[in-house]
């Protein structure tokens, strides 16, 4: 990846320093420039005074950045001002068809991009979330981000809540896989898991990890009871399944812990701890 820095990151600025920096913006510029092509382009449009119709902080592709104006000072990308004043903005470029890329390689360019924002967001601690991670239609009525929306929701999605949230949540989980190290921490095992006797109630909660609060007792899992489950998670050093009550499948998805990562190399199928015996069906 070849960095790019325009002569705002150590020279004069466009802008004021950003109230604060409380989270990200994931554009699509709905061009077909490289991040390299885009730099004399944006310095003509501060020369010809165009600069004020927008600009981001930064422009990736899957082979360069272009690192335009520092990210903790304001820039025009969202068309509302606590927006640009607290959100940093990564365009994602060459999005429209006139580049010529395919769908698998445009997904290079966002693979790229999430890379290089979740650097930035951990540079600045920020914890990746709904809340940290945003949309440009959030804050101005636009198909933006429209090539990724396309992609990953659906060409003539409605834009509605339940959308929008799809959308971000493929966009945490690819930050997340380069804020974790690249490591992958999620697969799309399925199978049943049956609790093993003599374990204590196991809970189960919205999302996996220790800190998310557990639910009602009435939905623990008891001894002897199973689970159907569809994907194993590392967090927290534990393996978390994501699952569905057999009684009640109708009710959703939770997670609960299978039990502790004790084996060396971490591996699932080796674990001789775990509170429930599983039987796993498919890989993917």
């Known amino acids: 990846m070849k960095n790019i820095y325009s002569k705002h990151i150590k020279g004069s600025k466009l802008t004021g320093k950003k109230a604060s920096i409380a989270g990200i913006v994931i554009h699509n510029d709905y061009g077909s420039m490289t991040p390299n092509q885009y730099l004399p382009w944006l310095y003509t449009r501060e020369q010809n005074g165009t600069h004020v119709n927008g600009w981001a902080s930064v422009y990736v592709n899957k082979d360069e950045t272009l690192w335009y104006h520092p990210t903790d000072y304001v820039e025009w990308h969202c068309g509302n001002n606590w927006a640009n004043s607290n959100l940093i903005g990564f365009e994602i470029t060459q999005s429209h068809p006139a580049a010529g890329l395919t769908d698998a390689q445009f997904k290079l360019n966002e693979e790229a991009t999430f890379k290089v924002v979740a650097a930035v967001m951990k540079s600045y601690g920020l914890a990746?979330?709904?809340?940290?991670?945003?949309?440009?239609?959030?804050?101005?009525?636009?198909?933006?981000?429209?090539?990724?929306?396309?992609?990953?929701?659906?060409?003539?999605?409605?834009?509605?809540?339940?959308?929008?949230?799809?959308?971000?949540?493929?966009?945490?989980?690819?930050?997340?896989?380069?804020?974790?190290?690249?490591?992958?921490?999620?697969?799309?095992?399925?199978?049943?898991?049956?609790?093993?006797?003599?374990?204590?109630?196991?809970?189960?909660?919205?999302?996996?990890?220790?800190?998310?609060?557990?639910?009602?007792?009435?939905?623990?899992?008891?001894?002897?009871?199973?689970i159907n489950f569809f994907s194993v998670t590392k967090k927290d050093g534990y393996w978390w399944a994501e699952f569905e009550y057999p009684t009640n499948p109708k009710a959703g998805r939770f997670y609960c812990a299978l039990g502790p990562i004790t084996h060396k190399d971490e591996k699932l199928e080796k674990e001789t701890k775990l509170w429930f015996d599983l039987k796993i069906t498919s890989k993917k």
Not at 149 to 156: A, L, P, S, T, Y
Not at 176 to 195: F, L, Q
Not at 207 to 213: D, I, M, R, S
Request: hydrophobic content about 25%; proline content about 6%.
């Open 128 to 226: 990746v979330n709904r809340t940290t991670v945003n949309l440009h239609r959030q804050y101005f009525g636009t198909s933006c981000p429209h090539r990724s929306w396309d992609m990953h929701v659906g060409k003539g999605a409605p834009d509605t809540l339940a959308n929008r949230n799809k959308l971000k949540d493929y966009f945490i989980s690819r930050i997340k896989h380069y804020y974790n190290g690249g490591k992958k921490t999620t697969w799309k095992w399925s199978g049943k898991a049956t609790a093993k006797k003599g374990v204590s109630p196991i809970a189960a909660k919205k999302k996996p990890g220790l800190n998310e609060p557990e639910l009602p007792s009435s939905n623990n899992i008891l001894a002897g009871q199973y």
